[in-house]
């Protein structure tokens, strides 16, 4: 049973460290087995022997590329934390960055809403100035208007005193 503190590949090592001792100590008893038997059943048991040697050889060759990829995954975690440990102050500086291109735009925004609010008073001034152009505009023309009527009413009142004038003085000359 595995505990919690110990990793599957933990296991599987255990296991196989002892699945390799027993095939050593199955060979090295076989050998000796063989050994002690006599020439004309020797070739059974020799054949039997090879055939443990050779199941050892392989089991090996596979002991040492399990070792070899358990190195490579030990790196590669070594490699990837590293890298974590290199990501964390990107991450911190990614998070700083935008917050400060969040306030940019905050203050872009707010520029714009000041800028729109510029421009609609200014458009509201403009149009309240029109307006009063317009109507002194309006006012100057009443007001020549009516000083053209007073000044030719000037004028015939002018002439009726010239002519009052003349006869007056045509009278009081006669």
Same mark, same amino acid.
């Given at each position: 049973m595995? !505990?919690?503190?110990q *990793?599957?590949? @933990?296991?599987l090592?255990a296991?196989?460290?002892t #699945?390799? #001792?027993r095939l050593r100590? +199955?060979?090295?008893?076989?050998? *000796?087995? &063989?050994?002690?038997? !006599?020439?004309?059943?020797?070739?059974?048991h020799? %054949?039997?022997?090879?055939?443990?040697l050779?199941? @050892?050889?392989?089991l090996e060759?596979?002991?040492q590329?399990?070792?070899?990829l358990?190195e490579r995954?030990?790196q590669?975690?070594?490699?990837?934390?590293? &890298?974590?440990?290199?990501?964390?102050?990107?991450?911190? %500086?990614?998070? =700083?960055?935008v =917050?400060?291109?969040?306030?940019l735009h905050?203050?872009?925004?707010? &520029? +714009?809403?000041?800028?729109?609010?510029?421009?609609? $008073?200014?458009a509201?001034? /403009?149009?309240q100035l029109? *307006?009063?152009?317009?109507?002194?505009n309006?006012l =100057?023309?009443?007001?020549?208007k009516?000083?053209?009527?007073?000044?030719?009413a000037?004028n &015939?009142l /002018?002439?009726q005193?010239?002519?009052? $004038? =003349?006869? $007056?003085?045509k009278?009081?000359?006669?």
């Amino acid at each position: 049973m595995i !505990s919690s503190e110990q *990793s599957p590949l @933990t296991s599987l090592n255990a296991f196989l460290a002892t #699945l390799l #001792l027993r095939l050593r100590s +199955a060979q090295h008893h076989l050998v *000796s087995r &063989a050994l002690s038997y !006599s020439l004309v059943g020797i070739y059974g048991h020799l %054949d039997l022997c090879g055939t443990a040697l050779l199941d @050892t050889f392989l089991l090996e060759q596979k002991w040492q590329v399990y070792q070899q990829l358990n190195e490579r995954e030990g790196q590669l975690a070594h490699e990837l934390s590293l &890298a974590q440990a290199q990501l964390f102050p990107l991450r911190k %500086d990614n998070a =700083r960055l935008v =917050r400060e291109a969040n306030e940019l735009h905050r203050e872009a925004i707010a &520029a +714009a809403e000041t800028q729109s609010a510029s421009v609609r $008073t200014a458009a509201k001034t /403009q149009s309240q100035l029109t *307006s009063a152009v317009d109507e002194a505009n309006f006012l =100057r023309a009443q007001v020549e208007k009516k000083l053209a009527s007073q000044v030719d009413a000037c004028n &015939a009142l /002018q002439e009726q005193v010239k002519v009052g $004038t =003349r006869r $007056t003085t045509k009278d009081i000359g006669s």
